[in-house]
């Protein structure tokens, strides 16, 4: 216990969600979590494998997000211009494109992070650590800064 004390308790927890439906469980309690001005992070953001399964679930995602105020900051793969056209012309987000493509997209919000794989059988990583979430979130800006409208 004594040492325990020393070196401190790390509060890690991480866990994987597979599955559309795991998909819209991982978001949903991410919803549950925030509130009114809250800033969620989305850096890679493209439509996967499965575009119209994709577009449903971000869809209703976002039509939650609105009721609760939660502002979004998406930074799409320039790929994704144009695919998700509720998204992009929803009140809470704000979003910039960059050229970079990369198969994963990474969400942060408070001391959360999850890594999204769009694949036909979707998968999501996701640890609470605020540490992580704070380095994630130094990188979303540094990367918003170089990407365009």
């Known amino acids: ?33 925030m ?6 992070y989305v850096f890679g953001a493209y ?6 399964k994709t577009d449903i679930l971000i ?12 502002k979004w900051k998406i930074i799409y793969n320039e ?6 056209q509720y ?7 704000e979003n910039r494109f960059l050229a970079q493509e990369t198969p994963a997209t990474i969400n942060t919000y408070k001391d959360i992070t999850f890594i999204a794989l769009w694949t036909k059988n979707p998968i999501a990583f996701r640890v609470r650590n605020q540490k992580v ?11 918003w800064n170089l990407a365009k409208p």
């Open 1 to 33: 216990l004594k040492l325990k004390q020393i070196i401190g308790v790390d509060e890690t927890e991480a866990e994987i969600f597979r599955g559309w439906k795991g998909m819209e469980t991982v978001f949903n309690e991410g919803i549950k979590l």
């Open 35 to 40: 509130g009114k001005d809250d800033i969620w």
């Open 47 to 52: 439509a996967g494998e499965d575009r119209e």
């Open 59 to 70: 869809t209703k995602i976002i039509k939650k997000c609105e009721k609760k105020k939660i």
């Open 79 to 84: 790929s994704a211009r144009g695919t998700f």
């Open 87 to 93: 998204e992009q012309q929803s009140p809470i987000t």
């Open 133 to 143: 979430a704070d380095s994630f979130s130094a990188y979303f800006k540094f990367m």
